[in-house]
Structures are given as C-alpha cells and as structure tokens.
RNA sequence: UGGGCUAUGGUGUAAUGGUAGCACAAGAGGUUUUGGUUCUCUUAGUCUUGGUUCGAACCCAGGUAGUCCAACCA
C-alpha cells in the first residue's frame, strides 16, 4: 500500500512515532488484529484492520493476527478461513497467526501463581449472587463470603474447575481487586469460568476457559505485542488490562521468563456509517429472515458482502483513510464511502455499453444488412504525461447496425428546452458512432412519426436517421451539436443480461437505536422490529437488460463502469449463458 | 443518580499556546463524444460561562449535551 509521505500523522501513529524516537521496547513496534472467530469481518473492522496493520506496516513494525478464541460456545474454524480471506483481500500481510488459545497453558500457570499471591479466589455464588453484590455504578458492591477462603482451597477448587466434574455455573476464579472501585471492571472481575466444552482447537484439554479480561493483555503480553490498539468502548478496562499486565510482569521476573515492560493499550473512535446496521446479531438475523442473501450478500456492510457490492479494496482504504481517527464517537455519511469508492473506481473500471432499460431504436436510413466495428475506450483516465488518453491496449470493439437498444429515459415525446437528449426535431450523438436525428413530422393525427407506440400508448420504436458524415474519428464527427451523447447496443450483437441495482438496506439513519426503541415501544424483538424500517426497494432486479458482447469474457468481479449510469461488477454467480451484474454505486449527480 | 471518555461549517477531520485549513455534501459557472471526469468560484464552523496568558479551538474550573461501564460475551 502506498501512504502519502507528508500527511499528517493521527493520534496513534503520533505516539508510535514518538515512542520509536525514544527507543521505548528496544525500538520495536509490534501490534495485532484480535477478531473473535465468530462472525464474518465488516467495514469497521476495515478500519481496525486498516490502523492494526497499517501502522506496523507503516513504522517497521510487525502485525500479527489474533483469534481471540477464549469462547468455545461461540466460535468455529469456519469464520477463520474467511477472515483470513478479507484480510488479503484487502491487502495486508501478518507476521503470524495466533490464536488465544495458544496461551491457555501459560494462562492457567499465571492464574495458580495469582491464587498463590493471594490476588485470586475461586467463588461458589450463583452467577445471580454475584451480581447482586457487585453493586451498581452508584452503589459500591459487597465481598463475597469466599473472599479470605484459605489459598490451599482455592487452589484445590481451581484444579477441580478443570477436570470436567464441576458443573458450568459453580465455581469460578475471581480476582481480588476492590468491590468498591468506581470502575464496574475492578469489582473482583471473573478469570476463569466452567465450560465443559470442546474448544476447537484445544479439544477436551481444557474445561474451564479464561475470560477476555484475563487473556487479552496477557496475550499481547506474551506475543511480544507493544501497543494494543481498539476501540473506545475498551477504555474501561484498561486500568485492569494495565493491573494484570503489571501482575505478570511480575511473575514473569519471578520465573525469569519474561524482561519487557509490556504492552499498552490505546484506543480509537469505532465506524459509525448512517443507514447502515453493524451489529453481529442483527446482520445474523437478516441473514436467518432470508431479508438478504447470506453474508455476501451486496447490500451487506461485511468486508464479503462490500467486496462482492463492487469495492476495490483501494477504495475502501481511502475511506478509512478519510475519516481518520479520532477519539470522538461520530456517525459517518455513506456518502463520503460512495465518494471514495467513485473517486478509485473512476480510474481502474472499464467503461462499457449497457442499456439497462431498453426501447428500440431504428436507423431508417442505414443499410439492412450493414454492420460497423468500431472502437470504444476501456478507460478514458489512462493518461499519458501531456494528459491525453491513451489509446494503445486501451480500446476494445464494438459492433453498430441498423436496429439499436437505447435508454427508455433518453427519449422523451415532449422533453423540452432543458432536455438535451433525444426526442421530435432533436438530434443527439451516439456515443463511439454517429450523430443521429429524429424527425419532427406529423402524421393527420398530430402523432409524431418518429414514434410507434402499442396500443397501452407505450414506446416500442423510434426512428432516426443518422449523419454519415459524422462517424466518430472521421473530420464531420467534429460537428457541434446542442444534444448530448447517447449509449447504446446494436440489437443483434448485444448480449440479454441481469442487472440487480442495490440502495441501502435502511430508510432510517440509524436503524440500531430505531430498531431497539421499536423492540422497547412494541414488546416485539428481532425482525418484527427491524421490518418498519426495512428499504423495500433496497434490491431492483432488472432482467431485460442489454449488454455489449464485450463484457461476456470479463471475469468475476471485474470493475465496470456502465457508461453514464454507474460503477457495476461481474456477480460471482454471473455465467457466460446468464450474465449477472451487481450497482456498485451510481455515478455522481 | 457514581466513574470514564468526548464536543471545530450540514457530515468527517486538521491546526499540539501564535493566519481556523482540507475532504465530502450543497450552490453557481467553464470544459467535455459519459448530465461522468476535470477546472474556477460561492455558502457555512471552534457547545456555553468564567479563569490563566501579551495571545486560547488548544491549558484550568463550572455548566450543557452525547457516549461507554453493573455478560460466568469479546
């Protein structure tokens, strides 16, 4: 990836770069990207990705991917593969993959040695109990009875969490922190918790499962990580992650294992994007519901789903590259994503021909039996140094013939002054061929001749005549003229196509706090609540579309642009005898 | 109602005690074989009240508003 050079550094890299000049962890610089293996990557974790990486990949340093796999009940090697996939999509490289479970071993000794320290305690409460005592924000909590339980039980107990024979639910390992604290986290938060489960990695090794305050800094602990980068929601517990960091720190310098001072933790503001929902368990739902198409699905805000809509990864990077981070919690506009994503596609998308919503159109004066090949540009943004267009390897062939489809809307009976495309007594350029013109007589009716119409009074022909003289390429194709130029396939070379246009999947800006004011208001939960602000017309499938027969050899989401209606790509499912194309976005204005 | 974090045009962001700048959006005009692209221009901002200072968007205090925290989730 190329970064500019002199643009200004955001908060985080601020602090690496100075942390780098004073030669803070023997000038290292080591992050890591910790999803949990339990759903598909969306666009904020983009953003995660993009800051975890980009910096390492920025200042020297080394990112590595971590599965935070601390939850069996949740989390299966499925979602590893695919996450392993958006990540090179997108373009970045790991030092490693991890995974959290590589450091149950060393998490469990650390545990015993917290116990041992008597910093820890194994409490036989009801999960209810615990609650109740652990106060409210306002309210300071109250010690558990287990509390001063002699170390030589809770390390019994601990053992016991282990071997299989302990219901999930009594015994788990507390820290002995300060039921007191003002930070809800510091209230003796749980370490350890009875699974009896098989982790998928770790088989039937493990029964009881460290929480992900005991593991995170204690992970980047281990794995050499010097600054821990997330989101705003973590800064709660940082004072805890720096506590258990400090602790084994000191047990590391007790069994010589470890020297480094540790890692930190640092913190930036989440994507908001308006008219979009994030939220794993509401995207589930969609999925369930079959409101969308699986989790690729275009309209989806997953990294799969974006992916298949028709983003390049370089447009995705430029979005996230221009709402920064901060450590405000804003909402950004999906307009400025779409901005970006033009702003990239514009120079790597191959325009072609598509009339996406057809009528007829009739040359009457050019010969029957004609056809033309002729050239068309693959990208008028290819520039040379002077600015021109290049033309070499840049062109591809297109057919013209007598009958010809064009756009339903580019003609209009009665358009007036404003419209500048087609229509009675008007004459308009046909984009790569010639000037055409539609004649303004009238038959004894008052109906123009230049249009047929069936018996509903709908447009099922026009005629036009074109200008052979003005062949584009040739001197008179310099005529001017006041209409504007039209795109169109011949009728005969052309290829019937599907054409699936997207628009956001929500009317309301923010549908996450929409939805769950409607679950409150209503007593209603999950779709029934999401259904109110649900776009109907968020999937337009269009079958009677035409394409030029160029675009039948183009792979899987290949960049298109359909020339003067928007950025399109070649669906996955698209095959040579049913072509499929996905809008990406539509062109500005 | 305890604690943490935050507040700059409509939106996002920059200015790190010394000229409030950029992008998107909106509007006007020029160019154009995409009503695209591109170019020019316009509109519009430091939440509030005090304090420190020669000087405050920036530092301090109060207010207001938003947001996060009371899962055996991460």
Same mark, same amino acid.
């Given at each position: 990836?190329?970064?500019? +050079?002199?643009?200004?550094?955001?908060?985080?890299?601020?602090?690496?770069?100075?942390?780098?000049?004073?030669?803070?962890?023997?000038?290292?610089?080591?992050?890591?990207?910790?999803?949990?293996?339990?759903?598909?990557?969306?666009?904020?974790?983009?953003?995660?990705?993009?800051?975890?990486?980009?910096?390492?990949?920025?200042?020297?340093?080394?990112?590595?991917?971590?599965?935070?796999?601390?939850?069996?009940?949740?989390?299966?090697?499925?979602?590893?593969? =695919?996450?392993?996939?958006?990540?090179?999509?997108?373009? %970045?490289?790991?030092?490693?993959?991890?995974?959290?479970?590589?450091?149950?071993?060393?998490?469990?000794?650390?545990? *015993?040695?917290?116990?041992?320290?008597?910093?820890?305690?194994?409490?036989?409460?009801?999960?209810?109990?615990?609650?109740?005592?652990?106060?409210?924000?306002?309210?300071?909590?109250?010690?558990?009875?287990?509390?001063? $339980?002699?170390? @030589?039980?809770?390390?019994?107990?601990?053992?016991?969490?282990?071997?299989?024979?302990?219901?999930?639910?009594?015994?788990?390992?507390?820290?002995?922190?300060?039921?007191?604290?003002?930070?809800?986290?510091?209230?003796?938060?749980?370490?350890?918790?009875? +699974?009896?489960?098989?982790?998928?990695?770790?088989?039937?090794? #493990?029964?009881?499962?460290?929480?992900?305050?005991?593991?995170?800094?204690?992970?980047?602990?281990?794995?050499?990580?010097?600054?821990?980068?997330?989101?705003?929601?973590?800064?709660?517990?940082?004072?805890?992650?720096? !506590?258990?960091?400090? #602790?084994? $720190?000191?047990?590391?310098?007790?069994?010589?294992?470890?020297?480094?001072?540790?890692?930190?933790? %640092?913190?930036?503001?989440?994507?908001?994007?308006?008219?979009?929902?994030?939220?794993?368990?509401?995207?589930?739902? !969609?999925?369930?519901?079959?409101?969308?198409?699986? #989790?690729?699905?275009?309209?989806?805000?997953?990294?799969?789903?974006?992916?298949?809509?028709?983003?390049?990864?370089?447009?995705?990077?430029?979005?996230?590259?221009?709402?920064?981070?901060?450590?405000?919690?804003?909402?950004?506009?999906?307009?400025?994503? &779409?901005?970006?994503?033009?702003?990239?596609?514009?120079?790597? =998308?191959?325009?072609?021909?598509?009339?996406?919503?057809?009528?007829?159109?009739?040359?009457?004066?050019?010969?029957?039996?004609?056809?033309?090949?002729?050239?068309?540009?693959?990208?008028? *943004?290819?520039?040379?140094?002077?600015?021109?267009?290049?033309?070499?390897?840049?062109?591809?062939?297109?057919? %013209?013939?007598?009958?010809?489809?064009? @756009?339903?809307?580019?003609?209009?009976?009665?358009?007036?002054?404003?419209?500048?495309?087609?229509?009675?007594?008007?004459?308009?350029?046909?984009?790569? =061929?010639?000037?055409?013109?539609?004649?303004?007589?009238?038959?004894?009716?008052?109906?123009?001749?230049?249009? *047929?119409?069936?018996?509903?009074?709908?447009?099922?022909?026009?005629?036009?005549?074109?200008? =052979?003289?003005?062949?584009?390429?040739?001197?008179?194709?310099? $005529?001017?003229?006041?209409?504007?130029?039209?795109? #169109?396939?011949?009728?005969?070379?052309?290829?019937?196509?599907?054409?699936?246009?997207?628009?956001?999947?929500?009317?309301?800006?923010?549908? $996450?706090?929409?939805?769950?004011?409607?679950?409150?208001?209503?007593?209603?939960?999950?779709?029934?609540?999401?259904?109110? %602000?649900?776009?109907?017309?968020? +999937?337009?499938?269009?079958?009677?579309?035409?394409?030029?027969?160029?675009?039948?050899?183009?792979?899987?989401?290949?960049?298109?642009?359909?020339?003067?209606?928007?950025?399109?790509?070649?669906?996955?499912?698209?095959?040579? &005898?049913?072509?499929?194309?996905?809008?990406?976005?539509? !062109?500005?204005?």
């Amino acid at each position: 990836m190329n970064y500019e +050079l002199n643009k200004s550094l955001n908060f985080i890299e601020q602090i690496v770069k100075s942390d780098l000049a004073e030669g803070k962890n023997d000038g290292r610089l080591q992050t890591r990207f910790p999803p949990e293996p339990n759903g598909y990557l969306h666009i904020g974790h983009a953003k995660a990705i993009a800051m975890d990486f980009g910096i390492a990949e920025k200042f020297g340093g080394v990112c590595n991917l971590r599965m935070d796999d601390t939850n069996p009940q949740k989390e299966d090697t499925e979602y590893v593969e =695919a996450i392993e996939r958006d990540i090179k999509w997108l373009g %970045f490289k790991w030092g490693k993959v991890c995974y959290a479970s590589d450091y149950f071993q060393d998490l469990w000794d650390f545990a *015993e040695w917290c116990i041992q320290q008597g910093r820890a305690y194994v409490d036989e409460q009801t999960s209810e109990e615990i609650a109740a005592q652990k106060g409210t924000p306002t309210e300071p909590g109250t010690n558990s009875p287990y509390r001063d $339980r002699p170390v @030589e039980e809770s390390l019994r107990l601990f053992r016991e969490m282990n071997s299989g024979n302990v219901e999930p639910g009594k015994m788990i390992l507390r820290a002995k922190i300060d039921m007191a604290s003002p930070n809800m986290h510091f209230r003796d938060p749980i370490m350890y918790r009875v +699974l009896n489960m098989e982790h998928w990695r770790t088989g039937n090794k #493990w029964n009881a499962y460290p929480m992900y305050d005991f593991t995170h800094g204690q992970s980047d602990y281990l794995e050499g990580v010097t600054h821990s980068i997330c989101t705003l929601e973590f800064v709660p517990h940082r004072e805890l992650y720096d !506590l258990f960091v400090a #602790w084994m $720190r000191e047990w590391g310098a007790q069994t010589s294992r470890f020297t480094y001072q540790g890692p930190r933790q %640092f913190e930036f503001n989440k994507l908001n994007l308006n008219y979009t929902l994030m939220s794993k368990r509401n995207l589930l739902v !969609l999925t369930k519901e079959g409101v969308v198409n699986g #989790w690729d699905d275009p309209r989806m805000p997953t990294i799969c789903g974006i992916r298949r809509r028709g983003y390049s990864p370089q447009a995705i990077l430029n979005f996230i590259d221009k709402i920064g981070y901060t450590t405000f919690d804003a909402l950004n506009d999906i307009k400025l994503m &779409e901005a970006a994503c033009r702003e990239d596609l514009n120079t790597r =998308a191959i325009r072609v021909s598509a009339v996406v919503d057809p009528v007829k159109l009739v040359i009457d004066n050019y010969p029957e039996e004609q056809v033309e090949e002729m050239q068309a540009v693959n990208n008028p *943004e290819l520039r040379d140094a002077e600015g021109n267009t290049i033309m070499e390897g840049n062109t591809h062939a297109i057919h %013209f013939s007598k009958e010809l489809y064009i @756009e339903r809307d580019d003609f209009m009976e009665d358009g007036g002054k404003k419209f500048l495309r087609l229509g009675p007594g008007k004459e308009v350029r046909l984009k790569n =061929a010639y000037i055409i013109a539609c004649s303004d007589e009238q038959d004894e009716n008052g109906n123009y001749k230049c249009i *047929e119409k069936d018996s509903n009074g709908n447009i099922t022909c026009i005629h036009a005549t074109y200008d =052979a003289d003005t062949k584009s390429g040739m001197p008179g194709a310099d $005529r001017k003229i006041k209409g504007k130029t039209l795109h #169109w396939v011949s009728c005969q070379h052309s290829i019937p196509c599907e054409v699936r246009n997207y628009a956001c999947l929500w009317t309301c800006e923010n549908p $996450r706090d929409a939805i769950k004011q409607y679950e409150k208001e209503n007593g209603v939960r999950g779709i029934d609540a999401m259904r109110p %602000f649900l776009n109907p017309e968020s +999937l337009i499938i269009n079958k009677n579309a035409f394409i030029e027969e160029f675009a039948k050899g183009l792979p899987a989401l290949s960049y298109l642009q359909f020339q003067r209606i928007g950025y399109y790509n070649v669906d996955p499912d698209s095959t040579p &005898e049913h072509l499929v194309f996905n809008k990406t976005v539509g !062109l500005k204005g």
